[in-house]
């Protein structure tokens, strides 16, 4: 199993460019989210999905967009790219809520936004 | 929503010895306490998670004691190794909603 995977590992915008972060895993997991690390902050909810077809909004979740199509797939779009943004994100999987199951936690997109 | 502290944000210990990082929670709906690790240019993994109806739990050389009446939790690492240098978080969760502290730089010097 490859686990969590996250393409790119690193990305540069300009603000007001758009773009994809992609996130899948291989492990049947139903639950999958997203979480932005800053420093001094540790990690903070954006979105979140219980299933395919079911998403729901997080601690942080302006400036961004999620869906979920199929069970393996859960993207997180960005439609205006703002300085504020500038972040490491990292997608997460579990088998069911994160209050009782492990969640696994792909290795991160680096982005900046100048 | 849930808000929880972690202290300290740095800490460096001579190889061997003991550390222990606190982290505190607000609300009493929590229900479960993971402990992860984040080494760096990774994503963060699960050492050691604690329930609300547990008050301590062990795998060898780390443990978690939980208080629910304070609203405290930590974490505790004897025999300190190099390769425990790390981040270490702590996180809240009650249903799908985790929230993490801030985060702990362990040092371990050999």
């Known amino acids: 199993n490859a686990g969590v995977t996250q393409t790119p590992k690193f990305q540069v915008l300009k603000t007001g460019q758009s773009m994809t972060l992609q996130c899948a895993q291989d492990?049947?997991?139903?639950?999958m989210s997203w979480y932005r690390q800053d420093p001094g902050m540790g990690l903070r909810l954006i979105h979140y999905s219980v299933g395919a077809g079911i998403t729901d909004q997080g601690e942080v979740p302006n400036g961004y967009n999620v869906s979920r199509s199929t069970t393996e797939d859960f993207p997180l779009r960005l439609l205006s790219a703002a300085p504020s943004q500038t972040s490491v994100y990292f997608c997460a999987s579990s088998y069911g809520t994160p209050s009782y199951n492990e969640q696994f936690f792909g290795p991160g997109t680096r982005l900046t936004v100048l | 929503g849930e808000n929880v502290e972690q202290h300290p944000s740095t800490l460096s210990v001579q190889e061997g010895d003991s550390a222990v990082i606190k982290c505190t929670y607000s609300?009493?709906?929590?229900?479960?306490f993971p402990w992860y690790k984040q080494e760096l240019g990774k994503g963060p993994q699960l050492i050691i998670d604690i329930r609300s109806n547990v008050g301590e739990k062990k795998d060898q050389r780390i443990a978690v004691t939980l208080n629910k009446t304070a609203k405290h939790f930590s974490l505790h690492i004897t025999e300190t190794q190099p390769e425990d240098s790390a981040v270490y978080f702590c996180a809240a969760s009650i249903s799908n909603d985790m929230r993490f502290g801030a985060g702990t730089r362990l040092t371990v010097k050999p």
């Open positions: 492990m049947n997991h139903e639950y």
């Open positions: 609300d009493s709906a929590s229900n479960y």
